[in-house]
C-alpha cells in the first residue's frame, strides 16, 4: 500500500536542492513489500506524470511553465527539450544534407559523397593505385597516396618556395614563417608550432621512455634516438659520403663529415670570430673565454676545459705513460 510523505516528512530524505523545491513538487513515496524502502518517484502535480529523478521532472515541468531554453541556431527557434531541439535540427541537416547514409545516419550534401561515404561500410575498395595497387575507399585518399610515386608536390610555400604533397604539411611548415606556436606545455608553458614536438617535450616531464631496446634494455623518450640506438647492435651505417665513401650511422653525422672535405665552419664563436665544422668543437673553444672547467681530477681537484686534458693529467697520479694500459 502506497502512501504519501507530507514536506516536514520528506526533510530527512532530501537533500537541501530537492529541499528547496518541496513546495512545488508533490514527492510520492511508495512503498511495498517486494519494493526497496528507498524508491521515491516525483510527480508533476500540472499532469500526473512521475519521474524517478528530480531533475527529469524538472526538465518536464519547462513544457508547462513556457521556459524553453534550448535555442536553434539555423532559424532561432526555442525548445523545452535538448532532445526536442536535436530532432528539430534533422529538418535543416535533410535542407543542406538531403542524401542520409541509412548505415549510420551520416548525411552529405551531394550524392556522390554519399556514394564515396557508404564504401566505408561495404568494404569495397573502389580506388586502386596502378602502382603498388593498394586499395582506397575514397578517391581523395588515392590521389594523395599516389604523390608518393610521383613526387609531386602541389602545396607551396610562398616565403621560401619549399614545397609539400600534403597541405597540412604547409601549414606546419609556414609556422616557422609566422612564429606561429599554438601547442603549449601545460607544465612550464613552452610553445610549440607542431603537436608530435610537444608530445616529445612533456616526456621531460613526465619521464616516460616509451621505446625499449629488446637487446640491452636501455630506453628512450624518442623514436628517432631509440632508432639510432639500433644501429649500435647491428652496425649499420646507411648513410654514406660520396666523397670518400665512408659512412655512418646517423644523418647528422654524415653531414658533421662532408664538412672536413667542403672546408665549412658554420659554428662561429662570438668572442673572438673563430669558426668550426662541429658545435662541439666551439663549445670547448668558448671554454678558453668563459674559464669554465667541467673536468675535475677526483686526485687533486684539478680542473680542465676539456676530457682528453683530464686523461692526459691523471698519468701524474697512476704513473702510466701515454702508451701504457693498465693491466
Same mark, same amino acid.
Given at each position: 500500500?502506497?502512501?504519501?510523505?507530507?514536506?516536514?516528512?520528506?526533510?530527512?530524505?532530501?537533500?537541501?536542492?530537492?529541499?528547496?523545491?518541496?513546495?512545488? &513538487?508533490?514527492?510520492?513515496?511508495? /512503498?511495498?513489500?517486494? /519494493?526497496?524502502?528507498?524508491?521515491?518517484?516525483?510527480?508533476?502535480?500540472?499532469? $500526473?506524470?512521475?519521474?524517478?529523478?528530480?531533475?527529469?521532472?524538472?526538465?518536464?515541468?519547462?513544457?508547462?511553465? $513556457?521556459?524553453?531554453?534550448? /535555442?536553434?541556431?539555423?532559424?532561432?527557434?526555442?525548445?523545452?527539450?535538448?532532445?526536442?531541439? /536535436?530532432?528539430?535540427?534533422?529538418?535543416?541537416?535533410?535542407?543542406?544534407?538531403?542524401?542520409?547514409?541509412?548505415?549510420? $545516419?551520416?548525411?552529405?550534401?551531394?550524392?556522390?559523397?554519399?556514394?564515396?561515404?557508404?564504401?566505408?561500410?561495404?568494404?569495397?575498395p573502389a580506388h586502386q593505385?596502378?602502382?603498388?595497387?593498394?586499395?582506397?575507399?575514397?578517391?581523395?585518399?588515392?590521389?594523395?597516396?599516389?604523390?608518393?610515386?610521383?613526387?609531386?608536390?602541389? &602545396?607551396?610555400?610562398?616565403?621560401?618556395?619549399?614545397?609539400?604533397?600534403?597541405?597540412?604539411?604547409?601549414?606546419?611548415?609556414?609556422?616557422?614563417?609566422?612564429?606561429?606556436?599554438?601547442?603549449?606545455? =601545460?607544465?612550464?608553458?613552452?610553445?610549440?608550432?607542431?603537436?608530435?614536438?610537444l608530445r616529445k617535450h612533456?616526456?621531460?616531464?613526465?619521464?616516460?621512455?616509451?621505446?625499449?631496446? =629488446?637487446?640491452? #634494455?636501455?630506453?628512450?623518450?624518442?623514436?628517432?634516438? &631509440?632508432?639510432?640506438?639500433?644501429?649500435?647492435?647491428?652496425?649499420?651505417?646507411?648513410?654514406?659520403?660520396?666523397?670518400?665513401?665512408?659512412?655512418?650511422?646517423?644523418?647528422?653525422?654524415?653531414?658533421?663529415?662532408?664538412?672536413?672535405?667542403?672546408?665549412?665552419?658554420? &659554428?662561429?664563436?662570438?668572442?673572438?670570430?673563430?669558426?668550426?665544422?662541429?658545435?662541439?668543437?666551439?663549445?670547448?673553444?668558448?671554454?678558453?673565454?668563459? $674559464?669554465?672547467?667541467?673536468?675535475?681530477?677526483?686526485?687533486?681537484?684539478?680542473?680542465f676545459t676539456q676530457s682528453?686534458?683530464?686523461?692526459?693529467?691523471?698519468?701524474?697520479?697512476? #704513473?702510466?705513460?701515454?702508451?701504457?694500459?693498465?693491466?
Amino acid at each position: 500500500m502506497a502512501s504519501i510523505l507530507i514536506k516536514e516528512e520528506l526533510l530527512e530524505h532530501c537533500s537541501d536542492e530537492e529541499t528547496e523545491n518541496l513546495s512545488e &513538487y508533490t514527492l510520492v513515496y511508495i /512503498k511495498e513489500e517486494k /519494493k526497496e524502502l528507498n524508491e521515491i518517484s516525483y510527480v508533476c502535480t500540472e499532469c $500526473g506524470k512521475s519521474f524517478t529523478k528530480l531533475e527529469m521532472l524538472t526538465i518536464h515541468q519547462q513544457a508547462h511553465n $513556457g521556459a524553453s531554453p534550448h /535555442k536553434c541556431e539555423q532559424c532561432g527557434g526555442n525548445f523545452s527539450h535538448s532532445s526536442s531541439l /536535436k530532432k528539430h535540427q534533422k529538418i535543416h541537416m535533410k535542407q543542406t544534407a538531403p542524401h542520409m547514409c541509412n548505415e549510420c $545516419g551520416k548525411s552529405f550534401s551531394q550524392f556522390w559523397y554519399l556514394k564515396e561515404h557508404q564504401r566505408i561500410h561495404s568494404g569495397e575498395p573502389a580506388h586502386q593505385c596502378s602502382i603498388c595497387k593498394k586499395s582506397f575507399s575514397q578517391s581523395g585518399d588515392l590521389k594523395k597516396h599516389e604523390r608518393i610515386h610521383t613526387g609531386e608536390t602541389p &602545396y607551396h610555400c610562398t616565403e621560401c618556395d619549399k614545397s609539400f604533397m600534403q597541405s597540412g604539411d604547409l601549414t606546419k611548415h609556414q609556422r616557422i614563417h609566422t612564429g606561429e606556436t599554438p601547442y603549449h606545455c =601545460t607544465v612550464c608553458g613552452k610553445r610549440f608550432n607542431q603537436s608530435v614536438h610537444l608530445r616529445k617535450h612533456q616526456r621531460i616531464h613526465t619521464g616516460e621512455t616509451p621505446y625499449h631496446c =629488446t637487446v640491452c #634494455g636501455k630506453r628512450f623518450k624518442r623514436a628517432d634516438t &631509440y632508432k639510432i640506438h639500433q644501429r649500435t647492435h647491428t652496425g649499420e651505417t646507411p648513410y654514406h659520403c660520396t666523397e670518400c665513401g665512408k659512412s655512418f650511422s646517423y644523418l647528422g653525422g654524415l653531414k658533421t663529415h662532408k664538412r672536413v672535405h667542403t672546408g665549412e665552419t658554420p &659554428y662561429s664563436c662570438n668572442v673572438c670570430s673563430k669558426s668550426f665544422s662541429q658545435s662541439g668543437t666551439l663549445k670547448k673553444h668558448q671554454r678558453i673565454h668563459t $674559464g669554465e672547467t667541467p673536468y675535475h681530477c677526483e686526485e687533486c681537484g684539478r680542473g680542465f676545459t676539456q676530457s682528453v686534458h683530464l686523461k692526459s693529467h691523471q698519468r701524474v697520479h697512476t #704513473g702510466l705513460k701515454p702508451k701504457q694500459q693498465k693491466e
